[in-house]
């Protein structure tokens, strides 16, 4: 007893047996052209989705004229032999091709010489049935490279001149491809997966073009929805690589970015020179790198800085003032408060003259810089003091000599 096998061809009523179809995009994916004046919708011949394109001219659906050929040439395809098998063809929901050629250019072994795999240019394809696809088994062996599709005649030459419908060009080569890898752009190879490469180098390789994907879209999203809450939240990696997670409103909590070393959280930017590293060690986190590195914060209204707790640099900590330094103190023409002014002034407001009290260091905190210049200030003029009663001590002591000489 025995079992007949039917083959089960890809058609519009059959959608088996593409998922080998190595020109699944193919717009994309190699380098596609067509000639003549009758052309198709390029992408939609090889999306996977068997709706078909009709040929036309400038938009008025119609069939190639006599001598004029529609041409759809793929080039670029990979360097992969036949082996066992493979199979070609076209489908369509109407008005299927009656005079069509299809050929392929072996460049297997350099041959590097184009072969007919089918070939109805004179000959009609139906005789008294109308048939709206077409499948075969290369007939003869090959690594072909380019591809080339001519179509001469529609089915029905009552229908729009002759226009030729097309759902999806195939080209099934089970050893060139992996199941459907060409229609959702991904490729498993030695257990890695690579999307948009043939030659994943990780376990997940992603890989784009700039030009195909519209700049600041995401290329990756992974989105967090809720069935009872009008909102969302998502992280998001974009073009150039940036790396962001957003909140319901759309608003960057973290923000990781290659151009310029920034990091923002929650709208804050953190600007990391290069050389620095970042360690963090329980709840302490230390800034290091070479004379060059830098660590900078901004918000929206210019630089400033807030930190909660304690603040330790090792080695060094610059800080650029625009206030005057204060060397004026040693001038000629400055003037020193008499001491007597300065015990009144100190009695009556409890702190030196230019440093400010103790309510406002407590309600605006104490700004770096100028603390820095009021104290320098106050150190000078304290010098002054010291060196103005030195002479003071030595001129008493000498009245006392000269006294005691008497």
């Given at each position: 007893?025995?079992?007949?096998?039917?083959?089960?061809?890809?058609?519009?009523?059959?959608?088996?047996?593409?998922?080998?179809?190595?020109?699944?995009?193919?717009?994309?994916?190699?380098?596609?052209?067509?000639?003549?004046?009758?052309?198709?919708?390029?992408?939609?011949?090889?999306?996977?989705?068997?709706?078909?394109?009709?040929?036309?001219?400038?938009?008025?659906?119609?069939?190639?004229?006599?001598?004029?050929?529609?041409?759809?040439?793929i080039e670029g395809l990979p360097t992969v032999h036949t082996q066992a098998g493979a199979w070609i063809g076209w489908t369509t929901r109407y008005c299927g091709a009656k005079h069509f050629k299809i050929e392929g250019f072996d460049a297997y072994a350099n041959v590097n010489v184009w072969k007919t795999l089918a070939d109805y240019?004179?000959?009609?394809?139906?005789?008294?049935?109308?048939?709206?696809?077409?499948?075969?088994?290369?007939?003869?062996?090959?690594?072909?490279?380019?591809?080339?599709?001519?179509?001469?005649?529609?089915?029905?030459?009552?229908?729009?001149?002759?226009?030729i419908g097309i759902s999806e060009l195939h080209f099934i080569h089970p050893e060139a491809t992996t199941p459907y890898a060409n229609l959702i752009g991904m490729n498993n190879k030695n257990g890695k997966i690579g999307i948009g490469t043939d030659n994943p180098q990780t376990m997940l390789h992603l890989r784009y073009s700039y030009?195909?994907?519209?700049?600041?879209?995401?290329?990756?999203?992974?989105?967090?929805?809720?069935?009872?809450?009008?909102?969302?939240?998502?992280?998001?990696?974009?073009?150039?690589?940036?790396?962001?997670?957003?909140?319901?409103?759309?608003?960057?909590?973290?923000?990781?970015?290659?151009?310029?070393?920034?990091?923002?959280?929650?709208?804050?930017?953190?600007?990391?020179?290069?050389?620095?590293?970042?360690?963090?060690?329980?709840?302490?986190?230390?800034?290091?790198?070479?004379?060059?590195?830098?660590?900078?914060?901004?918000?929206?209204?210019?630089?400033?800085?807030?930190?909660?707790?304690?603040?330790?640099?090792?080695?060094?900590?610059?800080?650029?003032?625009?206030?005057?330094?204060?060397?004026?103190?040693?001038?000629?023409?400055?003037?020193?408060?008499?001491?007597?002014?300065?015990?009144?002034?100190?009695?009556?407001?409890?702190?030196?003259?230019?440093?400010?009290?103790?309510?406002?260091?407590?309600?605006?905190?104490?700004?770096?810089?100028?603390?820095?210049?009021?104290?320098?200030?106050?150190?000078?003029?304290?010098?002054?003091?010291?060196?103005?009663?030195?002479?003071?001590?030595?001129?008493?002591?000498?009245?006392?000599?000269?006294?005691?000489?008497?």
């Amino acid at each position: 007893m025995g079992f007949k096998v039917v083959a089960q061809i890809p058609s519009n009523t059959n959608a088996v047996g593409f998922e080998y179809n190595l020109l699944f995009n193919a717009m994309s994916k190699y380098t596609v052209t067509q000639t003549g004046s009758a052309l198709f919708d390029g992408n939609m011949v090889f999306d996977g989705k068997l709706e078909p394109s009709y040929s036309a001219i400038n938009g008025a659906l119609s069939g190639p004229p006599s001598g004029t050929p529609t041409v759809i040439l793929i080039e670029g395809l990979p360097t992969v032999h036949t082996q066992a098998g493979a199979w070609i063809g076209w489908t369509t929901r109407y008005c299927g091709a009656k005079h069509f050629k299809i050929e392929g250019f072996d460049a297997y072994a350099n041959v590097n010489v184009w072969k007919t795999l089918a070939d109805y240019s004179v000959a009609n394809y139906y005789t008294t049935t109308v048939v709206n696809s077409y499948n075969v088994k290369v007939p003869v062996s090959g690594a072909f490279t380019k591809l080339r599709f001519t179509f001469y005649a529609g089915n029905d030459p009552a229908q729009y001149d002759g226009m030729i419908g097309i759902s999806e060009l195939h080209f099934i080569h089970p050893e060139a491809t992996t199941p459907y890898a060409n229609l959702i752009g991904m490729n498993n190879k030695n257990g890695k997966i690579g999307i948009g490469t043939d030659n994943p180098q990780t376990m997940l390789h992603l890989r784009y073009s700039y030009n195909d994907i519209t700049p600041h879209l995401p290329i990756i999203r992974f989105e967090e929805t809720y069935s009872t809450r009008p909102y969302r939240r998502y992280i998001d990696i974009t073009g150039g690589f940036s790396f962001d997670v957003k909140n319901e409103s759309n608003t960057n909590l973290l923000s990781i970015s290659p151009y310029g070393f920034d990091l923002k959280l929650g709208g804050t930017n953190f600007h990391l020179g290069e050389g620095n590293s970042i360690i963090d060690e329980g709840k302490s986190i230390y800034f290091s790198g070479g004379a060059a590195s830098s660590f900078t914060f901004r918000n929206d209204n210019g630089n400033s800085t807030i930190i909660c707790g304690s603040l330790w640099a090792k080695d060094e900590v610059v800080v650029q003032t625009s206030n005057p330094w204060p060397d004026y103190v040693f001038a000629p023409e400055y003037k020193l408060m008499p001491l007597k002014e300065l015990e009144i002034f100190i009695k009556n407001n409890k702190h030196l003259p230019g440093v400010h009290s103790a309510n406002k260091i407590k309600e605006e905190g104490v700004k770096l810089s100028e603390n820095i210049v009021i104290l320098l200030q106050k150190i000078e003029g304290l010098t002054l003091y010291t060196i103005k009663q030195q002479e003071e001590i030595d001129n008493l002591k000498s009245q006392m000599k000269s006294f005691n000489n008497k």
